[in-house]
């Protein structure tokens, strides 16, 4: 797997978060993606047989880490993410497991992932520390519609 395309595809989409937290290096964005990367634990997005993007499932001992999880910028807002996102959580559900994920403060993916049922940990200067319990979405999503 060819990790420049994940890495360019980072750095775009993370960019005016990581701007607006006055934290945006055009070398290190490209550098902490290389340096963290792990094939077995990565799918890879397409659509219409296109790269779209990526997102990885991490094992950890007792959960799993939802981590870079990129689409396009052309394909957001699409419900693309929301399908790729029930499909990675319907496989730790279907492990009884809890997944954790790391969000940039004031990043409008927070919300993808509220809808999901994930709720705050902590939250530092930079990051949001989510959770979110097995079946959570269901329970998210009964409680938006009742």
Do not use: K
């Not at 990043?107 to 200067?125: K, Q």
């Amino acid at each position: 797997m060819d990790v420049e395309p994940i890495v360019e595809l980072r750095a775009v989409v993370m960019r005016p978060d990581l701007e607006r937290l006055g934290r945006f290096d055009e070398h290190r964005v490209r550098q902490r993606f290389r340096d963290a990367f792990v094939p077995e634990h990565m799918s890879i997005v397409l659509a219409d047989g296109a790269f779209a993007g990526c997102v990885a499932l991490r094992p950890a001992e007792d959960c799993r880490w939802l981590e870079h999880f990129f689409l396009s910028p052309d394909l957001q807002g699409r419900g693309l993410g929301s399908a790729v996102l029930r499909t990675v959580l319907n496989r730790a559900d279907a492990d009884g497991l809890d997944v954790r994920l790391n969000v940039l403060r004031g990043s409008a993916a927070r919300r993808l992932y509220e809808r999901h049922g994930f709720t705050v940990e902590s939250e530092d200067p930079v990051d949001v520390f989510m959770l979110r319990r097995p079946g959570a979405e269901s329970a998210a999503s009964g409680r938006a519609s009742g």
